[in-house]
């Protein structure tokens, strides 16, 4: 089946401790995306990529760092610089049409 | 800069009313607009879209949307709405078509709760 997946379900950081959040296609969608969710403010977007080897900062960069060395795949690493990271972390895909989603990454800090 | 304002956080009605969410938005060009809809701790899933012609778009479970460019609006409607609408939905807006995948811009969301 085509889709999204991400991965981790759920993840837990400690202090100073960098973490990476799997997000893989098999839609063969050109763009991909990282959102942040908070209860209340909705999807901020984090970091986008429109071809491999090419991504734009969002809205809410910083703490945050992204690869795209394959289309089918875009980690988020959240680093220790990200002082607040606790949140429901979705990634999406599209090429003309509306963004695919996947299903979610649940990150807390211990 | 693109922008999407959800005014309503939270909505109740009761099962079988009719429904409308709201949703502004601010785009310099054509705008190419969503409603998703998410249960807790999952994904979003694509309620219905608009592009360009008809301003009346139907989407899935029943749902409507009227895109109306003089009020920068895009709002959902539903004529009968079920216990199991009860969720949160969201109001996007992005680049159109064509080859242009940019930036996408979602509002806070709103919040339905369902009355029995």
């Known amino acids: 089946d085509g889709g999204i997946t991400q991965s981790p379900k759920y993840l837990f950081r400690k202090e100073g401790q960098n973490v990476t959040l799997s997000c893989e296609q098999n839609?063969?969608?050109?763009?991909m995306y990282w959102y942040r969710q908070d209860p209340g403010q909705g999807l901020r977007l984090i970091y986008y990529?429109?071809?491999?080897?090419?991504?734009q900062k969002g809205d809410i960069a910083e703490g945050y760092s992204v690869s795209r060395e394959k289309k089918e795949s875009f980690p988020l690493t959240v680093t220790s610089a990200q002082k607040n990271p606790t949140a429901f972390y979705l990634c999406?895909?599209?090429?003309?049409?509306?963004?695919?989603f996947g299903s979610g990454t649940q990150l807390s800090v211990l | 800069a693109q922008s999407v304002t959800q005014p309503d956080i939270h909505i109740t009605v009761s099962e079988g009313a009719s429904l409308e969410l709201r949703c502004n938005y601010s785009y310099g060009a054509t705008p190419y607009l969503f409603w998703y809809v998410q249960s807790p701790g999952q994904g979003l899933q694509l309620l219905l879209k608009y592009f360009s012609g008809d301003t009346l778009v139907q989407g899935i479970k029943g749902f409507e949307a009227e895109f109306k460019r003089s009020q920068s609006s895009f709002n959902l409607r539903k004529p009968s709405v079920h216990w199991s609408d009860a969720a949160e939905y969201f109001c996007?807006?992005?680049?159109?078509?064509?080859?242009?995948?940019?930036?996408?811009?979602f509002g806070q969301g709103t919040i339905l709760t369902v009355h029995p």
């Open positions: 839609l063969n969608h050109d763009a």
């Open positions: 999406a895909s599209r090429t003309t049409g509306p963004p695919a």
């Open positions: 996007a807006v992005g680049a159109g078509g064509g080859t242009s995948y940019g930036k996408l811009t």
């Open positions: 990529s429109q071809i491999v080897n090419d991504f």
